[in-house]
Nanobody
Framework: QAQLVESGGGLVQAGGSLKLSCAAS????????MGWFRQAPGKEREFVAA????????YYADSVKGRFTISRDNLKNTVYLQMNSLKPEDTAVYYC?????????????????WGQGTQVTVSS
């Protein structure tokens, strides 16, 4: 079983940057695909980015492509989300999630473990 803890959220002006981190416990972390999702008030949780266990494959939502970068360090059991050129519509609670299968998925239902979330607020 994995436990995930996000950090790095905060308040930033439009055009600014933030880097989220997700620290995972458990020795199996390096075999999990990892994803970032977000949920704004009154909206459903949506896919942001995902990365395969080996980091050989990454996937992004169209809304963040070219602005966000997902990466991972399996030695540190940590996955990151670098967010640049932030927009007010990026405001949400951001969650990291772990998928025990080797298949990278954009569907939140495919993920087995979730962090508690970290708030990102982008002011205009």
């Amino acid at each position: 079983q994995a436990q995930l803890v996000e950090s790095g959220g905060g308040l930033v002006q439009a055009g600014g940057s933030l880097k989220l981190s997700c620290a995972a416990s458990g020795r199996a972390f390096s075999r999990y695909a990892m994803g970032w999702f977000r949920q704004a008030p009154g909206k459903e949780r949506e896919f942001v980015a995902a990365i395969s266990w080996s980091a050989s494959s990454t996937y992004y939502a169209d809304s963040v492509k070219g602005r966000f970068t997902i990466s991972r360090d399996n030695l540190k059991n940590t996955v990151y989300l670098q967010m640049n050129s932030l927009k007010p519509e990026d405001t949400a609670v951001y969650y990291c999630a772990a998928d025990r299968t080797l298949v990278v998925d954009t569907n939140p239902a495919a993920y087995d473990y979730w962090g508690q979330g970290t708030q990102v607020t982008v002011s205009s």
